[in-house]
């Protein structure tokens, strides 16, 4: 489980685009914050990611997030031209790869390392999925992989980026929140080549017409309730505050532990009413840090992004720069 949100520009109170992000992780796995500086690279330059390696680009930018003790990437993390990213466990009719690719975290990093604004990002990831694939352990060290979605967030735009293998669709938005959920239906705007030739070739689709991704591409066997849920709440609280957000309340929003009646509201029982709040507190995963960060390049005054080591509702915003 994860939860992400982003506002753009003419949506927040003091006119900076926001993002904000819950990692749900396994309780009591360590999550350091990494700071990278940005870094010339030779030509035929590799560099090793959690399970492969790849070619090294000659320029990366500086870079800072969160990252899981065993893993090379980041959960979620912002680099010096103000590109944030966060991804997301999604479940498709496609078959995790077995062979080892990019992990969603590693694409994470690679996306703010390469990518000068949210479309270049956007790209970045797009290209990598489908050259290397996103096989390889995801949640601990030697368990299976998983499938990704990424809010992509920048001073200029926001893109939600959902994926299935190596096939990808996308599409722009002002006030958008992502969870462990396809969303994207017909609406998408770009997508990977061959993401449609796929669906129909597996019986994933056989309608005429524009594809449906989610329709398509999510897993009926997965309950969908819980994510459903999340997504339903995030979806509310950033229709609610409209106009109004800023960095203060994006972290109120990560502290969500819902309302009385929620459950009611979704037709579920109390007792998954649990899952449904942005702030975890249940097994397997809970949520183990945060952060919420405006956008801004690195032209304009530096801002703070705000980082929690723990559950955002218990913890403490910090500030780093």
Known sequence: MCDSLAIARSRTADGQAL????????????QPFLQFPAALHPMGASVRCSEISIPQVSETLRVM?????????F???INE?????????VFSNEAVEEKPGLIGMDLVRLGLERGRSAREALEVIAGLLETHGQGGASLAPGASGYHNSFLIAAPEEIWLLETSGRHCVAR???????????????EWEIGSRDF????????????????????????PHVPACFSEGRRSRSAHMLAEHDGRHSSLGLQEILRDHGEAGIAGVLQSSSEE?????????????????????PLVTDAEAPQPAWISFGTPCTGVFLPVY
């Open 273 to 293: 009413e649990q899952h449904f709040t942005l702030c975890m507190h249940s097994k397997p995963a809970t949520t183990t840090t945060s952060m919420v960060a």
């Open 81 to 89: 031209r103000g590109v944030a990213i966060g991804n997301h466990t």
């Open 172 to 186: 722009r938005t002002e006030l958008g929140s992502l969870t462990n959920h396809m969303t994207l239906g017909s």
């Open 19 to 30: 993002f904000a992000k819950n990692s749900d992780r396994l309780p009591g796995e360590c």
């Open 196 to 219: 449609e030739a796929f669906a129909r070739h597996e019986n994933f689709w056989d309608e005429e017409g524009r594809i449906d991704w989610a329709a398509a591409y999510r897993n």
């Open 75 to 77: 959960e979620h993390g």
């Open 65 to 73: 997030g969160h990252s899981p003790w065993w893993v090379w990437g």
